[in-house]
């Protein structure tokens, strides 16, 4: 019994220890990527809206623009996506 409870422990601090090193190593570049909102808005100044977080897709102009969690419910960087058309256009990030 004490052999499984190590093992189990073992796996567990694995994969926590991956998901930690996943989320450094590969989702940071890629959201990083990607212009942050005052970014997108010079490049795009016909998308700006009233709203303070929102703007317009630059691809098809539909203001149905949703923000999401870069790699999960807890990470405080989203990424803002067109639901139109499916279009990634900028990336902000919450204060911790």
Same mark, same amino acid.
């Given at each position: !019994?004490?052999?499984?409870?190590?093992?189990?422990?073992?796996?567990?601090?694995?994969?926590?220890? $991956? !998901? =930690?090193?996943?989320?450094?190593?590969? $989702?940071?570049?890629?959201?990083?990527?990607?212009?942050?909102?005052? &970014?997108?808005?010079?490049?795009? +100044?016909?998308?700006?809206?009233?709203? &303070? @977080?929102? $703007?317009?897709?630059?691809?098809?102009?539909?203001?149905?623009?949703?923000?999401? +969690?870069?790699?999960?419910?807890?990470?405080?960087?989203?990424?803002?996506?067109? @639901? $139109?058309?499916?279009?990634?256009?900028?990336?902000?990030? &919450?204060? =911790?």
């Amino acid at each position: !019994m004490d052999l499984m409870l190590l093992l189990g422990l073992i796996a567990m601090g694995g994969t926590f220890y $991956a !998901m =930690r090193f996943w989320d450094k190593r590969h $989702a940071n570049p890629d959201w990083l990527r990607l212009p942050n909102r005052a &970014e997108y808005l010079d490049a795009h +100044p016909d998308c700006a809206t009233g709203d &303070e @977080l929102g $703007a317009r897709c630059c691809a098809c102009g539909s203001d149905k623009v949703v923000g999401h +969690p870069q790699t999960g419910w807890p990470d405080h960087r989203y990424r803002h996506t067109c @639901l $139109a058309c499916g279009k990634v256009l900028f990336r902000t990030q &919450e204060p =911790r």
